[in-house]
């Protein structure tokens, strides 16, 4: 069955809008709430790790929330919309806010997701599933990194791991190519600390539904598909995407 909010964002979407965009499991959850809570402070709302206004209501997801119902109590002069899409599903739009992260890690997380809502089977081999999705690692970054050559100021590249090494400043990095003002240093430190990933890993087990058994929230690591894939598993990966991780790593935005 096809998802109509999707089906009814694609056609509400226009040229100013702006995507958070990423291949599933990269980090965009995470960059979306760090954006949230520093767009909540402008506002002049208190945040912590539970934020008073849904990241929902401030960067919709384009699957399950209509774009066009943002939250009233938020005023920017452009949308914020998260994507899993490929670029050309959205090429008209003229920025985008894009992050990556290691293949294996995203894939390893991705087989996790996926197998915890019943999508795969809980007997699938997770090695199998990450070489087989690879291409389609691929295809996701080389659709933004071919775009992202052709209009440098289009679109913003950042890491999973840069974002975990430095969030206070990948966040100023994105706030700068928003251009959205009343910032201060001080706001992205409190963004980073309410949303440190123990945070909401604790939120998540103090909330969770013991009838079910699927976390959203993970491990929240870099290199953590070192701890999950076999040594020859890892090559293969690596050999085939290394040169595309290499691509766009030189558009990420410098730390």
Request: proline letters at 3%.
């Amino acid at each position: 069955m096809p998802n109509l909010i999707f089906q009814n964002n694609l056609q509400s979407i226009n040229s100013n809008d702006v995507l958070v965009a990423s291949f599933p499991r990269s980090g965009n959850t995470w960059l979306r709430l760090l954006i949230s809570d520093v767009i909540l402070q402008i506002h002049g709302f208190e945040t912590n790790t539970k934020l008073p206004v849904s990241i929902d209501d401030i960067i919709p997801d384009i699957y399950q929330h209509n774009v066009n119902e943002i939250s009233n109590s938020i005023k920017l002069s452009n949308r914020l919309i998260k994507t899993h899409e490929l670029y050309n599903k959205h090429k008209e739009i003229q920025q985008v806010v894009y992050i990556f992260r290691q293949p294996a890690d995203a894939l390893c997380s991705y087989y996790d997701f996926l197998r915890s809502h019943n999508i795969v089977s809980r007997t699938e081999d997770k090695a199998l599933f990450v070489l087989e999705k690879v291409d389609q690692w691929l295809e996701h970054l080389l659709s933004y990194g071919y775009a992202k050559q052709k209009d440098p100021s289009k679109i913003l590249f950042i890491s999973y791991e840069g974002l975990h090494n430095n969030p206070a400043l990948c966040l100023e990095k994105v706030f700068d190519f928003l251009k959205i003002d009343g910032v201060d240093h001080e706001m992205y430190l409190k963004a980073v600390n309410n949303h440190a990933f123990d945070n909401h890993k604790k939120l998540e087990l103090k909330n969770r539904n013991k009838e079910k058994e699927n976390y959203f929230y993970r491990r929240g690591k870099v290199n953590s598909s070192m701890d999950e894939l076999a040594d020859h598993i890892l090559l293969k990966v690596r050999e085939k995407t290394q040169d595309v991780l290499e691509l766009a790593k030189n558009l990420e935005v410098p730390m």
